[in-house]
């Protein structure tokens, strides 16, 4: 009986958070239109630019659900996918820090992921699941993302380009940050092209970018589990096999 009334608390303090939320939220957001023509004519640019790559993934991968793209000039080091109104805010403080093409339809396909994940659930099953599990929305939309990427014609390498500029490497992530430490989304990335799409790692133009090249330096550890840890899984295999003729 007390576990029932404690999980009948826990139930009401999440229904409670779910609805201050989608209040405060509404507030800002339903009635909100952003005039990008009051913006400069450089942001105006940027606007276009993101539209074309955001565009061109969702109507490579047949995607139909609708998706805004906004630029937003603020100098803010962020993109963010807004679940109420469907719309995709990327500002101009991460476009300083983009070079490429493919590093910011990285980027766009993470949170075009988190956008369908809001219409596969209705607003508070979506609120209370990716605010108890977090992380794994976050493993989630990066792995979908390479998806995306590959399908739309991107180089999927430039998504670890984009997140080895982005990620920070928190001492205390485990405890208190709601997205997985930088390495560790890095090599699940790296990992899932390695299984899934591997001629990109053989004969991307990336092989020759510092900052991939900086990943690979700073991943050699786990990088070398990995390639272990595929060996054993076909040597398994190679066993199962003979056995069986």
């Known amino acids: 009986e007390n576990i029932m009334k404690i999980k009948f608390k826990k139930l009401i303090c999440y229904s409670m958070l779910a609805c201050s939320t989608l209040v405060f939220c509404s507030s800002f957001s339903f009635c909100q239109t952003y005039d990008i023509t009051r913006e400069s004519s450089e942001a105006q640019k940027q606007q276009r630019y993101i539209e074309d790559i955001g565009y061109r993934i969702l109507n490579a991968n047949r995607i139909d659900k609708r998706v805004n793209f906004i630029f937003n000039s603020k100098n803010v080091f962020n993109a963010n996918s807004n679940s109420i109104n469907r719309e995709i805010n990327f500002y101009k403080g991460l476009a300083n820090v983009l070079r490429t093409e493919d590093e910011y339809a990285g980027v766009l396909a993470h949170e075009i992921s988190h956008a369908m994940d809001s219409y596969n659930y209705n607003m508070f099953s979506y609120l209370f699941t990716t605010t108890t599990a977090p992380r794994k929305y976050e493993y ?48 699940k990335v790296y990992e899932y092209i390695y299984n899934k799409y591997p001629y990109f790692l053989v004969n991307s133009p990336y092989k020759n970018d510092p900052v991939y090249q900086n990943f690979l330096l700073t991943s050699r550890k786990q990088r070398i589990k990995l390639q272990k840890k595929i060996m054993e899984k076909n040597e398994a295999l190679k066993d199962d096999t003979n056995e069986t003729l």
């Open 140 to 187: 989630r939309a990066d792995l979908r993302a390479v998806d995306y990427m590959v399908k739309a014609g991107y180089d999927p390498l430039g998504m670890i380009v984009a997140l080895n500029r982005m990620l920070n490497e928190s001492r205390i992530w485990t405890f208190l940050c709601t997205h997985p430490r930088g390495s560790l989304r890095l090599m």
